[in-house]
């Protein structure tokens, strides 16, 4: 390998520049080359931003793509391909992480580099990438103007001010949890963003948002900025940061059940136009069908938010007095924080929308979809969920609602 690769890899956490974020490149038709950052593509257009201009390339003069959002998705196949024992494999892993470095995936270079470590602290292949130096006999790992001894770079739990900075193609994180489960996170969070993306992108023609989104993930109590209301994990839209206390266990779910207000966020208020306004029953709704809808071990995370939570459900079938449409359409954000029927309000947001995206075998899903659409256009009111879905009668609607959830609960 080069000498500069040590080099190289020891600034991989730093934050990507402008260069580097528009690496993609579009070779056209008529044989000219277009390079930026590739932001949205399907089987019609393909949209290529070059600092803040967009622009639209039907996908008959496109020959080549070359994107870091498409490596990505190659690089997480091919992790799939070998699975969750990969991560015991030092060899299979400094490959991988040499295809991602090869792939312009240089943050997910560094977490699977890291990962060779910790599964074999004497990789050589990931000691050269690194920069690994031997000091007393052991191989070590310089973080910063710290060295780690690269034996104990799994299981190290850092104090909050020696934190890791970890990124990937869409994501920062800081954290203090031991490096192992960070890897496993950042992956995680990957899938998410995948999944994500592949049930709502095309469909409402989401852009890659304009800035990471940044996550901290706290390995303990007191570092973990409780937000006052007992949740153990929060998105701050002021600050654009998702918070996460990892000393509650399981924290995955709770990971991916904020991701989702996160990418909501910066795909509406912190998109390009600034119009979109996703209503609290569906930004609660969306986020508890990819919370609840986890499976696999960490790092290989399968989402599945087409899987039925059945504590919602029972929630939901079972509760004395649910709330009506009217009064589920007309959540806030903040009716979500009180204790007051906390838990029927998140089961409620939850069936509603699996009910509209998945019940009666999808039947509704191409008007979820339009409804989505609106809601990025900045409309989402009761009216244009009434226009959407024909609901002239809001009762009807209701009893065939809350009828079809009360037979999901009769056959779990």
Known sequence: MSALVPLLCLALLV???DDELEGDTLLLTSGKTKEGRVVYEDDEVVILRKGSKETEYERAEVDQVDSRVRNLDALLDRLDAKGPDVMRDGAALAELAQFAEASRLSGEAELLFLAALIADPAQPVALEALGCRERKGDWSYKKGSKWIENNELSTAVEKWKDRWELRTV???CETNVPLALAVRAMLDLERFYRAFYDLFAEEVRLVE?????DFRIHADTSSYPEPGDGRVAWFDPSDRLTHVNASVKPWTDDMVHEAVHHVFHMTTVRAKSSKGNIPAWLDEGTAELFGTGLAGEPGFTVLAPDSIDAAHIR??????????LSRVLAFRADDYLG?????LKYSQSYTLTYFLLYGDGGSRRDQFMEFLRQAYEGKSSMTV???VFETESKDKFEETWFAA????????
């Open 209 to 213: 948002p304009l800035e990471s989104m």
């Open 15 to 17: 934050a990507p520049g």
């Open 315 to 324: 929630g939901h079938a079972q509760a004395e007095k649910p709330y009506d």
């Open 170 to 172: 869409h994501y920062t």
């Open 385 to 387: 969920f009434q226009d």
């Open 339 to 343: 204790s007051v029927d906390r838990r």
């Open 405 to 412: 959830i009360a037979q999901m609960a009769d056959n779990l």
